[in-house]
């Protein structure tokens, strides 16, 4: 059924090539059908059930995002204040199509069509869909626009899934009235909402893949015009497009405004995703470009060890501070901008961070139970879980999570042209259209986190010439391929594919081998000299961010405990290391750690690569190692998305090892 919807869209695109002057889309790579097994697979399972699969979760979830449109009281503080209930029809919808997707399931898509039918009776007739009794309640503090932003993007992908065109024209009427409202002849979409407008001007993305459907030239006349209001404003923000070209750090932006003031994590993310979609419809390289760079320098300035980015959801060069807190929203859209990046270049660093997002802050961004979620992620002590967002079974990170963990899937196997690219390696199994139409079945078998090594079991009608390019993780000194038992490829780190060009046929059995030492990450504290404000000034918000929004009693009553933190507990900016084996990043726990989490290790790079063995879990770990130092010392840890997963001090952890 996917690949019936890919072909579909295939066709559209055919039909519309005359819209996609000098289009970058016949280039881009696409991805296969994969479905997780194993550890990954079961977490995925579990969350899906409890949040999208169960009627129960369907029932009691689902219609307070529909409710949002009838009451309309996101106004309600008019002209002081804009609510963001409206951004949950469409985040919620979102993870129930990528779900639907992924297990290919009809009562998903029913499910789908109902939403869809079910927020169509609260449009307007001039087009208006939305939570704002006024819809022309544009600038101050709101997120008007933003919620619109969601809506539209869901109802686009509900018309890829279920192919009504009634469902386009619904889009399209809701479209035209929000260009009537903040389009070139109306209120300046840039001087919306809150944040110098990005979160209204991240509506680029579904806006251009409005055009990708329709071929209307308005919609892209309205994307370019969001595009070019960046750089049009008095005080210089948020200028994404000339400011990603010229490469310069998120946080040095600007000169005079503290970037926790208005860089937006995944608000800016996803202007930059736009920025893709325009150059796959355009051809213009300075958008890729300037995403490519925005990307760059968010790995340098802004990702941490575990795949987060970001510090309480702001750009502000956050990994220059050992205390972290990052929004899980955020590693969600992170990964979403390297996989939009690898489809456009093929380069293996985008899924190298992806990997790097999903291993560490994307699984340990569920409670065990899976139905329920993390606002913050931090590296040591405990994590923050969410607050409802005034809808009772709603947050946004609890919402969008899902659907980063599907696009996971999507990561896994995919092709461009005859070459295929076996991207991660967690156990599963899929398949992908080739390029002479004929279908490709696979299976990955193996934990090659316990043998360092996983299987690759081919299916195929009849045999085929292909290639088959096989990433090398950075994780692994060298890789090793067999195929049939014997020998193909050894590479070493530093080459991105390992590149088997051959004629397949039905049975193929390819083996990967990896070596997975233990390695370590650096934290080198001379780097909080680049923040805009000294490192100390965020730590009281490092700490209490856990009573933001709510009572102790709102918390003991959501979660039976209340995890508090203070200033004092931070970690001081010294230097410090983070372990490592392949992708997982290491961390002390108190339920598994002998002795004190927090102590320091001398640094000494002779002693701090240690021997590391895996040792039994502790109850509700995944995975645990003991490390046994050249100076004698035993230390045990676990992978970092298993650390602190009871969400209150029995679990205390630090994932960061003080060096001196």
Not at 33 to 55: M, V
Not at 172 to 193: C, F, M, N, Q, Y
Request: charged content about 25%; glycine content about 8%; some cysteine.
């Amino acid at each position: 059924m996917q690949n019936m919807n890919r072909i579909r869209l295939g066709i559209i695109c055919v039909l519309l090539g005359c819209h996609f002057l000098g289009a970058a889309k016949d280039d881009s790579i696409v991805s296969g059908d994969w479905r997780f097994k194993g550890h990954i697979g079961s977490r995925i399972d579990r969350i899906a059930q409890n949040r999208i699969l169960s009627e129960e979760a369907w029932a009691s979830i689902y219609p307070e995002t529909e409710e949002a449109f009838r009451v309309r009281q996101d106004d309600g503080a008019y002209p002081k204040f804009g609510a963001w209930r409206g951004e949950f029809w469409g985040k919620y919808t979102l993870s129930v199509i990528a779900a639907a997707r992924y297990y290919d399931s009809d009562i998903l898509k029913s499910r789908v069509a109902e939403a869809v039918k079910g927020l169509a009776q609260y449009q307007n007739p001039n087009g208006y869909i939305g939570t704002y009794k006024r819809s022309d309640f544009l600038v101050g503090n709101n997120w008007n626009i933003w919620g619109r932003k969601y809506t539209l993007w869901a109802l686009l992908e509900a018309w890829e899934l279920l192919g009504d065109d009634e469902i386009l024209e619904i889009a399209k009427r809701l479209t035209d009235h929000v260009i009537s409202e903040v389009g070139p002849a109306a209120v300046d979409i840039a001087t919306t909402g809150k944040f110098h407008g990005m979160p209204s001007s991240s509506i680029l993305q579904p806006v251009v893949k409005l055009h990708y459907a329709t071929g209307e030239k308005k919609y892209l006349e309205f994307a370019e015009y969001i595009v070019s209001r960046w750089s049009e404003q008095p005080d210089g923000l948020p200028d994404i497009l000339n400011k990603g070209l010229a490469g310069e750090p998120i946080h040095k932006w600007s000169d005079t405004i503290d970037p926790y003031d208005w860089a937006k994590g995944y608000e800016l993310i996803s202007c930059v995703e736009g920025l893709v979609e325009l150059y796959k419809v355009t051809g213009k390289k300075d958008y890729l470009q300037a995403a490519s760079n925005i990307h760059e320098q968010m790995v340098k300035w802004e990702r941490s060890p575990i795949g987060s980015v970001g510090f309480n959801d702001k750009l502000v060069g956050s990994n220059a501070m050992i205390n972290a807190l990052s929004e899980v929203c955020d590693a969600v859209y992170w990964n979403r901008l390297s996989f939009e990046m690898f489809k456009q270049t093929g380069d293996a660093a985008y899924i190298e961070e992806m990997e790097r997002t999903l291993y560490n802050s994307l699984l340990a961004s569920f409670n065990q139970e899976g139905d329920w979620g993390l606002r913050r992620l931090r590296m040591s002590h405990a994590h923050v879980p969410a607050q409802n967002h005034f809808l009772m079974h709603h947050q946004c990170c609890t919402d969008n999570l899902p659907r980063g963990l599907f696009q996971a899937a999507d990561s896994v196997l995919m092709r461009k042209k005859k070459t295929l690219y076996l991207n991660l390696f967690a156990q599963g199994e899929g398949s992908i259209e080739l390029d002479s139409g004929r279908i490709l079945e696979m299976s990955l078998d193996g934990d090659f986190l316990n043998g360092e090594s996983c299987t690759v079991n081919v299916g195929l009608e009849k045999s085929e010439r292909f290639i088959l390019n096989i990433r090398v993780p950075k994780w692994s000194p060298w890789s090793m391929v067999f195929v049939n038992g014997r020998e193909e490829k050894t590479v070493q780190r530093g080459q991105e594919w390992i590149e088997v060009d051959r004629k397949w046929k039905d049975g193929d059995v390819v083996v990967i081998k990896f070596d997975l030492p233990l390695r370590w990450e650096l934290y080198e504290p001379s780097r909080a000299e680049t923040l805009f404000k000294p490192a100390e000034e965020y730590v009281d918000l490092w700490a209490s961010y856990m009573f933001k929004g709510a009572t102790s009693e709102e918390l003991t009553k959501r979660y039976g405990h209340v995890t508090s933190l203070s200033p004092e507990d931070a970690l001081g900016a010294e230097k410090a290391i983070t372990y490592f084996y392949g992708p997982l990043a290491l961390a002390r726990d108190v339920r598994i750690t002998k002795g004190d989490i927090f102590e320091t290790l001398p640094f000494d790079p002779s002693i701090l690569m240690a021997k590391l063995e895996q040792i039994r879990p502790a109850k509700g770990m995944w995975k645990a190692f003991q490390l046994e130092f050249k100076d004698g010392k035993i230390m045990q840890m676990c992978d970092f998305s298993s650390a602190g997963n009871t969400w209150n001090k029995d679990s205390l952890f630090s994932t960061w090892c003080i060096v001196e």
